[in-house]
């Protein structure tokens, strides 16, 4: 503890840069600056008082990858000014992450994982589940991050990021881009990865997914991206037995019977 002597002054904290200029300010050093600032977040808002619950865009094969102080009140939670803050760096992160696999090649999704940014995107989403625009921006960093890689997928899997989308996409059932990041996360995470079509099928994925092709029957990109999670999940016998019991194949007619006039949807 430093003493003060009398008639000296303090010296004053560093101003706290807002959250854009926060995740910027990371963004500029590198993948690693933003996953460490993001698991800072993390661990500063979990040892606060969890909230838990309020509060690429394209698929495999045609390219990967589209915005919250600390403190606490009385009872150990934080207060609604600090936890907003969180979000909203968190939320920014996730879509700096998106934004650097989206642009990078596939060393550098690769080294993106190596630094820890599956558990800093899936820690994020665990954190503020009810917040869409974190989930959504977490949703696409982890699509782009698996994309293209292999054991980016693997590490996904294992690392809680399958959950971690079903979960987004049951909390959000209303957001229709939410639902076509959705689609997309699960094409790229299931694509050239048996096990994670386990898992995917294990968790219910092909019911979230049909959920959202009924809600949005006339929204040609949620509808396309959902035809083509359906197709690489089909690639396990789990996860085609179910989309058939399911209605999958149902559901696919309707896509192309509503989206008559769109030439992706068709092909898929």
Known sequence: VRLEKEGEEKEEAPAQLEPKAAVAAAA???????????????????????RGGAGTDTGEGEGADGDAGTGSDEGGRRSGHA?????DVLCRACRALKDMAQSGDEAMRRSAVAVGAVSAVVGAMRSYRPDAGLQRNGIRALAN?????DSNRAEIGAGGGVVAVAEAMRAHREDSSLQAFGCTAVTNLAHNSARNRQQL???GVVN??????????????????ACWALLTLAASDLAAADITRKGGVAAIVAAMTNC???PSVQHL
């Open 201 to 203: 099928a294990e968790v």
């Open 28 to 50: 500029a050093q590198g993948v690693g600056a933003v996953v460490a600032l993001m698991k800072r977040i993390s661990e500063a808002a979990q040892s606060g008082g969890g």
């Open 208 to 225: 979230d997914v049909l959920i959202a092709m009924q809600r949005w029957p006339e929204d040609p990109k949620l509808q396309r991206q």
């Open 83 to 87: 936890d907003a803050y969180d979000a």
């Open 145 to 149: 991050l698996a994309f293209g890689s």
């Open 260 to 262: 008559a006039d769109d």
